[in-house]
């Protein structure tokens, strides 16, 4: 296996850090919450006005945040995608303009692990940033830390990540390369189901993903002009079948309830009822 990449649900010593921290954060700011409920003129009434009207978007995104964490994954890909998360936060807390955020993507070069990983990278690093603000002494800075990580959690799905990431990720430039000339044409959706085949499938040859994409390209290419095999998914999509669980699925929507079926009207020796029973 890969150095770094973890079975689902098999956290590394880094990833069970980040969820505890994650966890406290939240605990702190569940507290601080609670506090401004019975306390309406609080200290700070704009920071509490904030915490007021967004702790519920900060809390529900924690908790998608920590079952993702749950899962495990490549706990070096996942520190890498943090700093570069938080390079591109600005001092207040937000999120830099997108065209910024992809320039320092690009300036990076980002791995393909690394780009898998930036998306919760991104949102555990916004979170987190919201949940520090209940620690943070300073009234000014604990409003702005607030305000920018609230705004850029609800300007995420403006920011066009998928978009972002196709265009730094070195896996996007290798799968592009498609010796049928389907991959380039495909919907986003289809593409980023195709990576995500490809990457499981490295990881169970024990590669890196570009070098597997490139070695998949090889046999691609080799394949005669027209065949349905010459494109990188067809292979792919053939390894993520699974004909037995098919067969299983057979047995138990189809045979299994006949087979009962005829077992019960024997024992209550009602075999009349039997094409009533198998309806």
């Known amino acids: 296996m890969l150095q770094g990449h973890n079975k689902p649900g098999a956290y590394s010593p880094s990833i069970k850090h980040l969820r505890a921290k994650l966890r406290g954060g939240l605990r702190r700011l569940r507290r601080q919450y609670r506090t401004n409920l019975r306390h309406r003129a609080g200290p700070n009434e704009i920071y509490c006005e904030w915490l007021r009207d967004n702790y519920y978007l900060v809390e529900r995104e924690g908790g998608a945040v920590l079952r993702e964490l749950r899962q495990g994954g490549d706990a070096h890909a996942l520190q890498a995608a943090l700093a570069l998360c938080r390079a591109s936060l600005c001092p207040q807390g937000s999120l830099a303009e997108p065209a910024l955020f992809a320039q320092a993507l690009a300036r990076a070069k980002v791995t393909s692990a690394v780009s ?36 850029a959690l609800r300007a995420l799905p403006e920011l066009d990540l998928p978009g972002i990431l196709e265009e730094t990720d070195p896996l996007e430039a290798c799968l592009r390369r498609d010796p049928a000339g389907v991959y380039p044409r495909m919907e986003e959706g289809s593409r980023a189901a195709l990576r995500h085949l490809l990457r499981r499938a490295a990881r169970r040859a024990h590669q890196s993903d570009e070098g597997y994409a490139g070695a998949q390209m090889e046999i691609c290419a080799g394949v005669p002009e027209g065949s349905a095999a010459r494109h990188i998914g067809t292979g792919l999509m053939q390894q993520a079948l699974h004909p037995g669980r098919g067969a299983a699925l057979l047995w138990g929507e189809t045979l299994l309830p006949v087979v009962f079926s005829v077992l019960a009207a024997t024992l209550c020796h009602a075999l009349i009822l039997l094409p009533l029973l198998v309806l």
């Not at 943070?136 to 609230?150: C, I, N």
Request: no cysteine; glycine share 2%; net charge positive.
């Open 116 to 151: 898998e990983a930036l998306p919760l990278a991104l949102r555990f690093a916004l979170v987190n940033e919201a949940v520090a603000s209940a620690a943070e002494k300073d009234k000014e800075q604990r409003v702005r830390q607030l305000r920018g990580a609230v705004t």
